[in-house]
């Protein structure tokens, strides 16, 4: 009996510390953990708004591919390239994974909104079914006139980790943020709330990729500067799993100012270590950090995000039963074994089912 297998189409190498990368990433190893033969395609070009390079890089993955392959795309790879994919839709068994619809992405002009949206839900409909990482992403999904009968929300795996230690005697207090410098993230937003704390003891470590968004990453730390805060505020970029998990370790609290998440994998990271959470209502994220376990703000509100930011800062007593109900809870979600399974059982579904 021949083991069960799919083509995992990702933009670019799987190897990049983002979360919808390290996401794919696990689940590839947690399926080829359960025996699945799992083949990774890494799409050349620019994405997500596709240029012809990566038109033809997808074109050429599917044409490669026989009749009836399980395929599963990012929907960073597929949501620009709809043409490809009606292409191929019939003879292969295509299923889409989404983990932020594109047209959601923060600083979007409306041209650009309409466009990666016309494009994601025209590539949408080819799928037999789409993999997506919360039910609130799911629930999204419908404006994209995808059934929910359709969709199913396959959350990311949370693995145990050591408790946070925080940054030693006589230290100031250290804030971690985690997640690429890009606007979504709304690291400008911490940093203007940080300005109204300067009186406040703290230093904070922003960790993620400054390349994805060069300007606004350039802004931000130009921000960080006539803030006065060079001392004060580091950008340490992408960072290897174990230099991040020094990080965290020695973090006092964890700050996460996005103004959407499609689930949050860092801060169910941060949940696991028991820092208290500071972070938006945006998307997913009231899910990810339920009540009790973090104080959750309206995005972009810098005010509101200082406040929480200096409750905590100061009240040793709320930071020590935040860090408490935030470890029992994520000692409650799924680990990446577990989340790979839910990932395989969804896929073969979709597989069988006709077009």
Known sequence: MSLPGIHLIVPGSLNQRTGGYVYDACIVDGL????????????????PEADETANASLTRVLASLPDDTQVVVDGLAMGGLPQPLRAHGLRLRIVGLVHHPL??????????????????RDSLSVCRGVLVTSSKTASRLAAYGVPPTRVRAVP??????????????????????VGAVIPRKGQDV????????????????????????????????????????????RFVGEC????????????????????????????????????PVVSTTGGAIPDTVPDGTGILVPPGDDLALATAIDDLLTDDSRCRNLASAARRYAATLPDWDQAAATFASAVVEFGSSAT
């Open 156 to 177: 990311p795996g949370t693995e145990p980790a050591r408790r946070a230690g925080g940054p030693g005697p006589g230290a100031p207090p250290q804030i971690i943020c």
């Open 190 to 233: 911490l940093v203007r709330a940080l300005a109204r704390l300067s009186e406040t003891a703290w230093i904070c470590v922003c960790a993620g990729s400054l390349t994805r968004h060069l300007v606004y990453a350039a802004a931000v730390q130009t921000q960080v500067i006539e803030a006065g805060f060079s001392e004060r505020v």
């Open 32 to 47: 080829r953990r359960m025996g699945w033969q799992v083949i990774v395609h890494e799409l050349d070009g620019t994405f």
């Open 240 to 275: 290897a799993e174990e230099v991040l998990d020094e990080l965290y370790h020695s973090s006092s609290l964890f700050a996460l100012p996005s103004y959407d998440e499609g689930y949050g994998m860092a801060l169910s990271e941060a949940l696991a270590r028991g820092l």
């Open 103 to 120: 047209a959601d992405e923060t600083g979007l002009d409306s041209d650009q909104r309409h466009r990666l949206a016309a494009s994601e």
